[in-house]
């Protein structure tokens, strides 16, 4: 009788097999993981670009609206005529930088609305229990006490001599209205005469801690504008001559005595139209307005912001080490590496020049 061997595989022709299936397997995932890692990147990528430009548009667009001022009259033309539009620290009710401060991570941008109230106060209006009573007539609205303005809105006042204050009408009564400051310190007393319009306050900065770029409108609203931001630079040019604007009727300020004489202020060295202005410069004298809202008097300079925005990836497994990653992540391969993203954009708005137009964009 013959007898037949089940057929099988030896150890050893197992151990072969098994060693040729994990390089081939090996060598499949050695091509799909790249891709993978590169699909999923690819949406961050993205999203990290759209953030910068979100952020880079709302600061530039802003930017370009600061210092549009009163439309007719005597006063028509820019807001740069008698304050300064755009000031290098954090204004407002809450977090407010002291006035001897200059950040270049912070900055408080103020306009007038075009179209909207724009006249003088009646009676004293005081920062201490503020209430505001507005001559009527052209150009306000027929009838109205508060020339069109409503509860709710916002109002700038301010005069020739650099004082300026932001409020916030609470109430309306008998055509007066009762006002909150935009400031918790300082403060000035208006004379009846004082001019008034309905005006925006913007507050861009960079909260470092939680890695936002923050916007607030100087009184209670303090939003988010985009996430994971880890580096906001404002860099400053101005007009290389001392400024002339504002000059006071009668009286003295910053840039001219009782007389009327102008207080001696250097012209700066530039190799074009307009100067770098350090921020050594911003906040070392002579000062202008009222504790508060005091300013020193070469923000009056200011023509051009370079607004730089950094974004980095949420995800710490898209970041890695070194000069392009602020905060270094987990991520060691190359196709996972998502560097931050810096935007840089040049905003030089016409309405910082005394005596221009009241109103562009």
């Known amino acids: 009788m013959t007898r037949h061997r089940d057929a099988g595989f030896t150890l050893a022709e197992t151990l072969v097999a098994t060693v040729l299936t994990m390089l081939v397997t090996g060598a499949v995932f050695t091509m799909i993981n790249p891709r993978t890692a590169i699909a999923h990147a690819q949406p961050e990528a993205s ?4 953030r910068a430009r979100v952020g880079a548009d709302a600061v530039v667009r802003d930017l370009l609206a600061a210092g549009a001022g009163v439309d007719t009259g005597p006063d028509a033309g820019s807001l740069a005529s008698f304050l300064p539009p755009i000031i290098p620290r ?4 809450s977090g407010a930088d002291a006035d001897t401060v200059a950040r270049a991570d912070a900055v408080t941008l103020v306009w007038a ?8 106060s009646s009676a004293i209006l005081s920062t201490a229990a503020p209430t505001l009573a ?3 007539g052209p150009p306000c609205p027929g009838g109205s006490s508060l020339c069109g303005m409503n509860e709710g809105s916002d109002v700038l006042a301010f005069d020739d001599l650099g004082h300026f204050d932001l409020f916030r009408i609470a109430g309306i009564a008998g055509g007066v209205a009762d006002l909150r400051r935009h400031a918790a310190t300082g403060g000035y007393t208006y004379p009846a005469g004082a001019r008034i319009v309905s005006a925006i306050a913007r507050t861009y900065y960079l909260d470092a801690v ?3 770029l923050r916007v607030s409108d100087g009184y209670l609203s303090d939003a988010p504008v985009i996430d994971n931001v880890v580096g906001l630079t404002l860099t400053y040019f101005g007009d290389p001559a ?3 604007h504002p000059r006071p009727e009668s009286g003295a300020n910053c840039l001219y005595d009782a007389a009327g004489n102008p207080v001696v202020l250097a012209r700066l060295a530039s190799a074009g139209s307009l100067a770098p202005l350090p921020l050594t410069m911003l906040n070392d004298g002579p000062w202008c307005g009222e504790a508060g809202n005091r300013f020193d008097a070469d923000v009056l300079r200011i023509r051009q912001v370079r607004v730089s925005l950094r974004v980095q990836s949420g995800d710490a497994m898209f970041r890695g080490s070194g000069a392009f990653f602020a905060v270094p992540g987990t991520a060691t391969r190359a196709d996972q590496l998502l560097p931050d993203v810096v935007i840089t954009v040049d905003a030089a708005p016409r309405n910082l020049s005394p005596r221009s137009a009241p109103w562009s964009l």
């Not at 999203?47 to 759209?50: S, Y």
């Not at 954090?90 to 009710?93: D, H, Q, T, V």
């Open 242 to 244: 001392p400024p002339v």
């Open 113 to 120: 609305l075009a179209g909207f109230a724009q006249t003088t």
């Open 90 to 93: 954090r204004m407002g009710l």
């Open 134 to 136: 507005l001559v009527g």
């Open 210 to 212: 939680n890695r936002q």
């Open 47 to 50: 999203d990290m670009q759209q």
